[in-house]
């Protein structure tokens, strides 16, 4: 008797066409991402080969560390839009922002000053190693003022991988989940993964991103998928439909 093992696809292989992504780092030299034009034009040209045909991307605006500005994002979507066309690039491409949770974003909620990935969606993370104290009323006076926080990334809070509840608690203050596609090649180590496959099988994710900061990350797209079942991943990665733009 033969025993067939289902072959685990790559996670390329499970990015639809006429995907959106809604999180990467390609807007050149303001973070730690793409550091010039023709880095986000090879790094664009790959993912679109891949299946990404819009692209929401979201610079870092993380107080002391990349000062970004709505102006300062604005300008260099501009710039690179100019460029892109000029490359004879043409999926749709625009800039939101990713903001860490610290006080300069409490200061720009309060003015309303937000880049959003649509509509009033707005893409936020918080520190690997501790939750801001004020999390709760942060993501409160967020929703306040009109906002819908989705926050990136929740696999990669190691704070919580021993306690999986708060991520229902977060949910229940009416955070959205978005999940890096990568942690389910295992690239940001086992743990990670394995947190990853728990809510995806608990149905906690809303939607996914790649998170590309540079090649690396786009090669490791060739990676098998280490989860078992494909059912959920597939489903979260559909809903970002929501944010097809042209
Ligand atoms: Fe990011």
């Given at each position: 008797m033969l025993f067939f093992s289902k072959k685990k696809p790559t996670l390329a292989e499970l990015i639809p066409e006429n995907f959106t992504d809604i999180h990467s780092h390609l807007l050149p030299g303001i973070d730690d991402g793409s550091k010039t034009f023709e880095q986000t034009l090879l790094?664009?040209?790959?993912?679109?080969?891949?299946?990404?045909?819009?692209?929401?991307?979201?610079?870092?605006?993380?107080?002391?560390?990349?000062?970004?500005?709505?102006?300062?994002?604005?300008?260099?979507?501009?710039?690179?839009l100019l460029d892109l066309r000029n490359s004879k690039f043409t999926s749709p491409f625009r800039a939101a922002a990713e903001y860490f949770m610290d006080d300069n974003f409490n200061k720009l909620v309060e003015t309303r000053d937000l880049l959003t990935i649509k509509d009033n969606y707005v893409l936020v993370e918080m520190s690997y190693m501790n939750a801001p104290i004020q999390l709760y009323t942060i993501l409160f006076d967020l929703q306040v003022a009109g906002y819908i926080p989705v926050l990136a990334h929740p696999e990669r809070y190691l704070f919580y991988h021993n306690n999986l509840s708060e991520y229902h608690k977060l949910k229940k203050a009416g955070c959205k989940f978005q999940l890096n596609l990568l942690a389910v090649t295992g690239y940001y180590g086992n743990q990670v993964a394995s947190v990853?496959?728990?809510?995806?099988?608990?149905?906690?994710?809303?939607?996914?991103?790649?998170?590309?900061?540079?090649?690396?990350?786009?090669?490791?797209?060739?990676?098998?998928?280490?989860?078992?079942?494909?059912?959920?991943?597939?489903?979260?990665?559909?809903?970002?439909?929501?944010?097809?733009?042209?």
């Amino acid at each position: 008797m033969l025993f067939f093992s289902k072959k685990k696809p790559t996670l390329a292989e499970l990015i639809p066409e006429n995907f959106t992504d809604i999180h990467s780092h390609l807007l050149p030299g303001i973070d730690d991402g793409s550091k010039t034009f023709e880095q986000t034009l090879l790094m664009m040209m790959s993912l679109k080969y891949i299946g990404f045909s819009a692209f929401i991307t979201t610079p870092h605006i993380i107080q002391h560390v990349w000062n970004n500005t709505t102006e300062i994002i604005n300008n260099t979507q501009d710039r690179t839009l100019l460029d892109l066309r000029n490359s004879k690039f043409t999926s749709p491409f625009r800039a939101a922002a990713e903001y860490f949770m610290d006080d300069n974003f409490n200061k720009l909620v309060e003015t309303r000053d937000l880049l959003t990935i649509k509509d009033n969606y707005v893409l936020v993370e918080m520190s690997y190693m501790n939750a801001p104290i004020q999390l709760y009323t942060i993501l409160f006076d967020l929703q306040v003022a009109g906002y819908i926080p989705v926050l990136a990334h929740p696999e990669r809070y190691l704070f919580y991988h021993n306690n999986l509840s708060e991520y229902h608690k977060l949910k229940k203050a009416g955070c959205k989940f978005q999940l890096n596609l990568l942690a389910v090649t295992g690239y940001y180590g086992n743990q990670v993964a394995s947190v990853a496959e728990k809510l995806l099988m608990g149905g906690l994710y809303d939607f996914v991103g790649s998170d590309v900061h540079h090649e690396k990350h786009i090669d490791s797209f060739n990676e098998k998928v280490k989860i078992k079942d494909l059912t959920p991943l597939k489903e979260v990665i559909k809903n970002n439909e929501f944010f097809a733009f042209e």
